[in-house]
Structures are given as structure tokens and as C-alpha cells.
């Protein structure tokens, strides 16, 4: 209900609509996921991909979760959407 998470023991408040955003991600951690996948599952509903809207959360979710520490989790996969990884793990 708060719409919060915890990385490396500090509180990240989101939006309800980021929060959703990140979990879709967790849900599919490790594997790419398209514009139209995330639209369909976050907002409900398919849209104008082209629409920066997607963008602009990815953005919000990256500044919250990513901006302050040196190893990024949120990846963009050219020409295929976006992936929720630790990359420090590949290869373990």
C-alpha cells in the first residue's frame, strides 16, 4: 500500500504507477521486456508506443533507484524495451 521499496537499506518512495513499473520489471528479472508488454501490464491497456510516457517513468523509476549508486540495475535494451538486471552477478 505505501508504494515503497528498500535499496541497500534506504526507502525509495514511488508512485503508485512506478511502483507497478518496477515490480512488472522484478517480476521479470533478468529478460527484456518491450514497449508493448509493459504498457499492456502496467497501464492495462495498449497505446501509442511511440508515446514517451514510458520513457519518462523509466526515467523517474532510474533516478530513485539507480541515480545514487554506482551499480545500475535498469537497462535499456536497444531495439527491445527494458531489463531489470544486476550485472554485477553475470557470469557468476
Do not use: C
Not at 70 to 90: C, Q
Amino acid at each position: 500500500r505505501r508504494h515503497a521499496v528498500e535499496r541497500s537499506g534506504r526507502t525509495v518512495e514511488l508512485t503508485p504507477k512506478e511502483f507497478s513499473l518496477l515490480e512488472y520489471l522484478l517480476r521479470n528479472e533478468g529478460h527484456a521486456v518491450s514497449r508493448t508488454m509493459i504498457t499492456e501490464k502496467v497501464w492495462g491497456y495498449g497505446f501509442d508506443t511511440y508515446s514517451n510516457l514510458i520513457d519518462v517513468h523509466i526515467n523517474h523509476l532510474r533516478k530513485k533507484i539507480d541515480q545514487d549508486f554506482e551499480r545500475k540495475l535498469i537497462h535499456t535494451v536497444k531495439g527491445v524495451g527494458y531489463m531489470l538486471e544486476d550485472r554485477s552477478k553475470v557470469g557468476e
